[in-house]
């Protein structure tokens, strides 16, 4: 009587599962097919202004991001867990499941890309060197002590960039690194450039794609300067010597970043975007515009096609100041619609490197970067589905009037409709479905850290 009643209890259950496993499955159909119908919908109304909407998937799967490592441990590193991070820039939040070791860090990555369309770049810095522990100078960092990232990088990435780290160390501390007036400070930050371009050429070897080497310094000064001529001279000087190795660009691209002002610099920055301008152009590298290094309301989408006029290639940081350089989860607001635009305008997307370079710790870390990376994407796709002949045409006969007019057409256009498209064909999730599955990652992952 028991096993007939625990027979029948069991089928029940299983029928009440299987027809819950059904109900989901044909809810999953009925959105799949909703998606679809939006899909095909949409793609006629772009095909009305001579847009095909399949092209710009295919071209839109094809334009890789950097995405920077540090969003993943508020810029702190694993040389040494207590450093400061110094510099003149700021993480703040105290959000909880930061990563504390490479293994962690990559294991997130991995996790942030799982919930991002298509395959794309890391951008590490030299303080993620991965050396089982044994503590390493700046100055003597090697190929061998990012084996580790290598390795991992050729399943998982497109290609790795990477930055010397010229903040956050005691010889950082005086706010002035390549450009100190002591040589012997001068020194040491000059053979860690050179140490980078190493470690860049190497990755650039092993992954089969030039990596862009990135130099920043916080040099600069919080109050009025005696003399602003000097430490550039000393800042020329130096970043001669580092690039006097010719090093392939098969492997490694040289990129130099401008900037402002920073905390602790508010008076003058030495490396600022006349200096490198300059400096890019006289010696054949590549300049970083970085969003949140000029006056809070100068936008680097203006900048790109003057660069690109006078050099090859460009690098861009793409981050979003709030009042000063914050460094906020970017946005899908106007500031990136218009640097998308400029991108895509241009037709130079293949030397036009964009990396994203933001650090927020008050949330949750994969989301940051879910959400700052998916929304890059979205400002790409944007810019693509824009009838760029159609308005340079109105524009070019002076018919400024519909210019205005499309342009803010446009702007009520059914992209979402073609970025859940792209997201389904990437195997990536379609539209906030990202979310659950950070919160599932949060629960199983990073609240045991
Ligand atoms: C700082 C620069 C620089 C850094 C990273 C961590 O103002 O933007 O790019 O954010 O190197
Ligand atoms: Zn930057």
């Known amino acids: 009587m028991k096993a007939i009643k625990s027979a029948a209890a069991s089928h029940v259950a299983s029928h009440a599962a299987s027809h819950a496993a059904s109900h989901a499955a044909s809810s999953a159909n009925a959105k799949r097919k909703d998606m679809e119908s939006a899909y095909t919908l949409a793609s006629a109304k772009y095909a009305e202004l001579g847009i095909d909407t399949d092209a710009v998937i295919e071209k ?20 040494n867990p207590d450093v400061e991070l110094s510099g003149g820039i700021q993480a703040t939040g105290n959000y909880p499941g930061r990563a504390r070791t490479a293994d962690e860090l990559r294991k997130d990555i991995e996790k942030a890309l799982s919930l991002i369309p298509g395959k794309h770049r890391l951008n590490l810095h030299a303080i993620y060197l991965d050396t089982g522990g044994e503590k390493v100078a700046r100055d003597e960092i090697r190929p061998e ?37 002591k040589k012997e400070v001068r020194d040491f930050w000059i053979r860690h450039c050179k140490a980078s371009r190493k470690v860049a050429e190497y990755f650039g070897r092993e992954l089969g794609t030039p990596s862009v080497n990135n130099i920043w310094i916080p040099d600069g000064y919080k109050d009025m300067p005696a003399d602003r001529m000097a430490p550039r001279k000393r800042l020329n000087e130096a970043l001669d010597e580092i690039f006097s190795e010719k090093i392939s660009a098969k492997y490694c691209l040289d990129a130099v970043e401008a900037k402002l002002f920073g905390i602790g610099s508010e008076s003058y920055v030495v490396g600022s975007n006349e200096f490198y301008m300059g400096y890019i152009v006289k010696n054949n590298k590549m300049l970083c515009l970085d969003a949140g290094h000029f006056h809070p309301t100068e936008s680097i989408a203006d900048k790109i096609s003057a660069v690109l006029l006078f050099s090859d ?25 218009g640097i998308a635009q400029e991108i895509i305008r241009s037709g130079r997307e ?4 964009i990396g994203l370079d933001f650090f927020d710790a008050s949330i949750n870390r994969i989301a940051a970067w879910a959400i700052g990376m998916r929304n890059m994407q979205k400002a790409l796709l944007e810019a693509m589905l824009e009838p760029s002949d159609m308005l340079r045409g109105f524009e070019k006969k002076g018919d400024l009037t519909s210019r205005l007019a499309y342009l803010e057409e446009m702007k009520t256009y059914p992209a979402a409709a073609v970025w859940n498209k792209f997201c389904a064909a990437k195997g990536a999730p379609v539209g906030i479905e990202w979310l659950e599955s950070v919160r599932e990652y949060e629960k199983n992952v990073l609240s045991e850290r």
């Open 60 to 79: 839109l799967g094809n334009i890789p991001i950097s995405m920077h490592c540090w969003q993943g441990d508020d810029v702190r590193g694993f040389e």
């Open 145 to 181: 002590h990012f084996k580790t990232w290598a390795d991992w990088g050729k399943t998982n990435v497109a290609g790795i960039d990477f930055n010397p780290t010229c903040f956050s160390h005691p010889l950082s501390d005086d706010g002035l690194t390549l450009s100190h007036p």
């Open 350 to 353: 293949d030397k036009i490197h």
């Open 313 to 337: 290639r460009l690098l861009l940081h793409v981050s979003r100041p709030v009042r000063w350089d914050s460094d906020h989860v970017v946005s899908l607001n106007d500031d990136l619609r």
